[in-house]
């Protein structure tokens, strides 16, 4: 998956059964902290009398968990362990389980709860954050058609005056534009920007 960071792109859940213990997993984009609160409290309504609510969490440059009554680093860790795995930052994950009789014991716990996360996240979308290096390119009018298809998936913006004035925008490959700068009157470099773009 590289050095990014990845960013879920909506709210995943799924449910697994192991000896009888129901496992219900939801892991969801956070924008604050106190978000998590308000996520607690929707699913504890919606789930009410479960045995345990175990959670994890990544925002930012801070991480959490919670074992929620489970046997201490059984639940909560291997929550955030698999999120850490998959380089998930800015979500909170909840794993409410309904007891079935039959204790699973640490190892059988520590694989549950990793399992019931796993899962949620088989069919999740997914965004990357990255950094975009923006170009403004002028340009006299007849060069259009042979820009637009130069360019295509890199143009973000166009203006038409006097010259057409295109914005570019780059992730880390320039060689398009340095290959066909004589195209242009003028180039100039405007900055850079993080944008969030889709993964899977």
């Given at each position: 998956?590289?050095?990014?960071?990845?960013?879920?792109?909506?709210?995943?859940?799924?449910?697994?059964?192991?000896?009888?213990?129901?496992?219900?997993?939801?892991?969801?984009?956070?924008?604050?902290?106190?978000?998590?609160?308000v996520i607690l409290k929707r699913i504890k309504k919606e789930y009410?009398?479960?045995t345990h609510y175990c959670t994890a969490y990544v925002f930012e440059?801070?991480?959490?968990?919670?074992?929620?009554?489970?046997?201490?680093?059984?639940?909560?860790?291997?929550?955030?362990?698999?999120?850490?795995?998959?380089?998930?930052?800015?979500?909170?994950?909840?794993?409410?389980?309904?007891?079935?009789?039959?204790?699973?014991?640490?190892?059988?716990?520590?694989?549950?709860?990793?399992?019931?996360?796993?899962?949620?996240?088989?069919?999740?979308?997914?965004?990357?954050?990255?950094?975009?290096?923006?170009?403004?390119?002028?340009?006299?009018?007849?060069?259009?058609?042979?820009?637009?298809?130069?360019?295509?998936?890199?143009i973000t913006d166009k203006v038409y005056l006097e010259d057409c004035?295109?914005?570019?925008?780059?992730?880390?490959?320039?060689?398009?534009?340095?290959?066909?700068?004589?195209?242009?009157?003028?180039?100039?470099?405007?900055?850079?920007?993080?944008?969030?773009?889709?993964?899977?």
């Amino acid at each position: 998956m590289g050095d990014y960071m990845y960013y879920l792109n909506e709210l995943v859940q799924s449910q697994i059964e192991i000896d009888k213990s129901i496992f219900i997993s939801f892991i969801e984009p956070i924008h604050s902290l106190s978000d998590m609160d308000v996520i607690l409290k929707r699913i504890k309504k919606e789930y009410p009398k479960a045995t345990h609510y175990c959670t994890a969490y990544v925002f930012e440059n801070s991480q959490g968990s919670n074992d929620d009554g489970e046997p201490s680093k059984t639940a909560g860790v291997p929550i955030l362990e698999i999120l850490n795995h998959h380089q998930l930052t800015n979500c909170f994950a909840v794993v409410v389980r309904y007891f079935g009789g039959i204790k699973l014991g640490a190892g059988g716990l520590i694989r549950a709860y990793a399992k019931a996360t796993k899962e949620a996240l088989n069919d999740a979308k997914l965004s990357k954050k990255v950094t975009k290096t923006i170009y403004e390119v002028v340009f006299t009018y007849e060069k259009i058609a042979k820009i637009d298809q130069l360019f295509e998936s890199l143009i973000t913006d166009k203006v038409y005056l006097e010259d057409c004035i295109y914005e570019l925008s780059f992730e880390d490959d320039f060689s398009l534009l340095e290959t066909h700068e004589y195209l242009f009157k003028k180039i100039q470099k405007k900055g850079t920007k993080e944008v969030l773009v889709p993964w899977k």
